[in-house]
């Protein structure tokens, strides 16, 4: 079993052609809600590889809170441990204008009071085989989590995004590591004494960092691509899904599954399940 420990927002996507100015009013073209959130979209790309996966974070009171559950529900997620609060769901609203350039404002709601793991909580965690965090909740919980979950001889499975200090203990915890090229650099430090590191590279593919210099580089597959929007979230998810059959297997298969994400247009709605990857996958 996976435990993914993180956030779940609603996408709010306004298509306009002119973003408007302070004070005007200008008519859209589009809208959209969409299911996002790191968390969420980690966990969903999992399940669809064909992992058991419980979402452990928060949903608010409110519609979207009801509609982000019955998402992870479809794709297969265990929310069993999905928590409810009184207030709004986090959201993300995105403005979308003709030349592509967009404006996000974030509101974490519900994902800002995920704090203090309950008992429950914290043995599901100790009875999974993994637990994989990203940095969209309070990182006090996220370090508890690791270090509970390391303690218990659970693998802890670190996705450090967005990039943001973090504390020594947190690092000490995590077993792997998934970065982008950005967090690479930003973390190359505190990376250099990690046991695995995975690294994506967009249109370069993916490499494996292991420890005594092992490096293992994965060619991206030729696709073509739509939207690259979710595929580091499908790379992820697909990757610690499969990690316990060996770094080789995992990171060609999320390899695969990041590419198939980047032919179908969204997030959490291009995330491809084990029957696509399978027939992608390069043998
Ligand atoms: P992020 O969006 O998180 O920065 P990347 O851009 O590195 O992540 O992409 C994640 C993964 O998606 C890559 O490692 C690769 O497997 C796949 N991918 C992304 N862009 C392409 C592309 N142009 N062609 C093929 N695969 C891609």
Redesign the pocket.
Known sequence: TVVVLGSVNMDLVTTTEIRPTPGETVLGSGFATVSGGKGANQAIAAARSGARVRFLGAIGDDAFGATLRSTLADAGVDTTLLRVFDGPSGVATIVVDATGENSIIVVPGANGHVRDLTAEELAAIAEADLLLCQLEIPIETVTAAARHARASGTIVALNP?PVQPLPAELWAAVDLAIV???EYEQYSTELAHLAHVVR???????AYYGADETELP?S????E?VD??G?????TGALVATWTRGPAFAVNW??????V??TILGASSSIPDHTQIAARLPT
């Open positions: 995004s982008n090229s950005l994506t590279l967009g249109g370069d593919g993916a994965v991206a597959l030729a696709v691509v690259t929007t595929a580091g979230d499908a790379f999320a390899n695969t599954a990041g590419a994400a980047t």
